[in-house]
């Protein structure tokens, strides 16, 4: 009975860090690519390091034997990436930027040299995407913050996508004419929606938001159990450096502007 039961915890573990395993991809970045020499040989055995800009967090993995390396779970952020093999000269490359549930190509040429020496190339990844045939927007931190909410949910900002639209009076949007229902919503690779079809648990504060995307068109089979798009959320997951913010939200017709068919201000008598 007790190897029965033990057994059972085993089961149930294995599917549960599974589950965490498939959740982290969806709502992360990976960056993945192949070393090669200048001969067009695969490099073997090459250190790959992504460091994150923001935390200085390194992630260091191998090539494999065909030259093929691929670093997953990344939160969408800033990153530089360096690759070291003895006998090769050192490369460097910064200014990447890694987006919710994208996946990064960057592919390299190492030359024989001195260690000593390093190239560094500067330049954002590729825009030709060859690891997804997907299609979809990403809305970034920045906009998230400064651009006018009413209500201070993130959902208006859907409509910044190609292909959505918010008709008046709702509070889910249409992905290319979709019913809001169909709509998969994922807050950090968990799904949010209840069991009435199209229904959203909870909506994050603004302030909580790294950036959101919006998966519109041949979303890859990681998502499933949707038929319309899938709005992929990451909130922030930290620094290096203590912050904080304090927002009011305030409300007064006082404030409104006057309606065009009104022809005078209207005031309360004292």
């Not at 993945?32 to 390091?49: E, M, W, Y």
């Not at 024989?112 to 927007?137: C, F, M, N, Q, Y």
């Not at 959320?233 to 620094?239: D, F, Q, V, Y």
């Amino acid at each position: 009975m007790r190897a029965v039961v033990a057994m059972g915890c085993l089961v149930i573990g294995a599917l549960t860090l599974g589950e965490t395993a498939v959740s982290a991809q969806v709502g992360s970045a990976t960056v993945t690519g192949v070393v090669r020499d200048q001969a067009g040989a695969a490099v073997p055995g090459a250190t790959v390091t992504v460091t994150s800009v923001d935390t200085n967090r390194p992630r260091a993995v191998t090539t494999s034997s065909e030259g093929v390396y691929t670093v997953p779970s990344l939160p969408p952020g800033g990153y530089r990436v360096d690759l070291e093999l003895s006998g090769f000269k050192p490369v460097r490359r910064e200014d990447i930027r890694a987006a919710t549930g994208q996946t990064i190509r960057l592919d390299f040429e190492l030359s024989v040299g001195d260690v000593r020496e390093r190239l560094t190339v500067k330049g954002e990844a590729p825009l030709l995407r060859a690891e997804s045939a997907s299609l979809g927007a990403v809305i970034e931190n920045d906009q998230v913050l400064q651009l006018p909410l009413n209500g201070r949910t993130f959902i208006t900002l859907a409509t910044l996508a190609p292909g959505v639209a918010l008709p008046p009076g709702t509070q889910l949007p249409r992905i290319n004419g979709g019913r809001p229902r169909t709509n998969e919503y994922l807050f950090d690779g968990i799904s949010v929606l209840q069991p009435e079809p199209g229904q959203v648990a909870y909506l994050p504060i603004i302030d909580a938001i790294q950036e959101f995307k919006i998966e519109s068109n041949s979303p890859p089979a990681e998502f499933g159990r949707f038929n319309g798009g899938v709005i992929n959320l990451t909130t922030k997951s930290g620094a290096n450096a203590f912050h904080g913010n304090a927002f009011e939200f305030f409300r007064n017709n006082a404030l409104n502007g006057t309606n065009y068919f009104q022809t005078a201000l209207q005031t309360k008598p004292d």
